[in-house]
């Protein structure tokens, strides 16, 4: 087992010397993250669209404000 005495940065650089990444794709976080982002924003205008068309359908299907005064029955 290897002690270290000393915590410095040339300890750091030499224990990371030859290992490489640790993890698969290493150097691609940028493209990740910029797919991410077009994705999210794709995701809100495709939502926001969407819900913009049906609440226009459900505006023109709207009889009108006093359309609950028909449907009272006269006890």
């Not at 669209?49 to 006093?66: F, K, Q, V």
Request: no cysteine; charged share 20%.
């Amino acid at each position: 087992m290897a002690t270290i005495e000393a915590w410095s940065a040339d300890t750091f650089t030499a224990l990371a010397e030859g290992t490489g990444a640790i993890y698969p794709m290493a150097g691609l976080e940028w493209l990740w993250l910029i797919i991410a982002v077009v994705f999210w924003l794709w995701w809100h205008f495709r939502t926001s669209s969407g819900e913009t068309e049906e609440y226009d359908r459900l505006r023109s299907e709207n009889p009108g404000r006093d359309a609950h005064i028909q449907q009272r029955s006269d006890w």
